[in-house]
């Protein structure tokens, strides 16, 4: 057995697993700014904004601006996965594409980035020169104030058109750039409440409607994506998040490595291995935000 499994093997394996994690496994990777990153801690620095001042005489003193610096910390965290093959046919297998080895592995690694990206959106940042300063999740960028019907506020109706214009208005008052993608990230409850919506039914808004068959679609000015990985808040609520790509990042540390080997302990079966080092924060506060939805009230709170 240990003569099939030659290099050309293992990198076939290798690059199944890796595209698999970037096409299947994880559905928020290309949704978030990647860093790559060296050691266990890196850090993303960042320029704020200045103004410029008018000139009201001649030969005037050049300005000095001082322009803000700020940084934020990442710090990656290993996973690994594993899984053990004892039939040689089934070593042969884990070359093809449609490997069911090469998805486990790789739906296992994805669904971890995933949380990691989820959790750093509204988690505590660290910022500093350090990266020990902490920064909480700013809860202006909350979608919680009451929508088109009288009496009913964000948190006691499900996901709604109104909502998602909410959102898109505060990151529109923040002055994210208008061509910067901009995600939606909505669970199952939340895509059934939305698709309840009047607005979503009519033609005019049909674009929604590959949210039927869990397709990524565009509406409002987001990209959505469907991931039942969101969180709740301290009321049991959905936290549907809502992001600029500037506004999260995933640092790697080291990408998806896979290895296959024998394992003599174990009657020389044959280790699949995978591993990773990622971790994820918020990159900016004016740029992340996320929609509180009732898990079990349609678009109208009924």
């Known amino acids: 057995m240990s003569d099939q499994i030659t290099r050309a093997f293992v990198e076939q394996y290798k690059a199944n697993v890796f595209h698999l994690t970037q096409q299947k496994g994880s559905k928020l990777r290309r949704a978030v700014q990647i860093e790559t990153l060296k050691g266990k801690k890196g850090y993303v620095d960042q320029l704020g904004s200045t103004a410029a001042r008018k000139r009201t005489s001649r030969h005037s003193d050049t300005p000095r601006m001082d322009t803000p610096h700020a940084r934020r910390s990442i710090t ?16 042969r297998m884990l070359i093809d594409p449609t490997s069911k080895y090469a998805e486990a592995a790789a739906m296992a690694l994805g669904r971890s980035m995933d949380d990691a990206i989820v959790e750093a959106a509204t988690g505590t940042a660290y910022t500093g020169a350090d990266g020990t300063t902490t920064t909480a999740f700013d809860t202006n960028m909350i979608v919680d104030v009451q929508v088109r019907w009288p009496g009913v506020t964000a948190a006691n109706c499900g ?6 214009l909410s959102a898109a208005q505060l990151l529109g008052q923040n002055d994210v750039d208008l061509d910067e993608e901009k995600y939606l990230i909505l669970n199952a409850r939340q895509i059934n409440s939305l698709l309840k919506d009047e607005k979503v039914s009519s033609h005019d808004y049909n674009v929604i409607k590959p949210l039927v068959e869990g397709q990524v679609s565009r509406f409002g000015g987001f990209t959505i994506i469907p991931c039942n990985r969101i969180s709740v808040d ?16 995933l640092g790697v540390g080291a990408d998806i490595t896979t290895r296959i080997s024998e394992r003599p302990d174990k009657n020389y079966a044959t280790q699949v291995f995978g591993s990773m080092d990622i971790g994820a924060t918020r990159l900016e506060e004016a740029r992340v935000g996320y929609i509180e939805c009732n898990p079990t009230s349609g678009p109208t709170g009924a």
């Open 76 to 91: 990656t965290t290993p996973y690994d996965w594993s899984d053990l093959i004892d039939d040689e046919d089934h070593v």
């Open 159 to 164: 996901l709604n058109v109104a909502k998602i």
């Open 234 to 249: 301290s009321n049991n609520d959905d936290k549907v998040l809502f992001w600029a790509k500037g506004g999260v990042a």
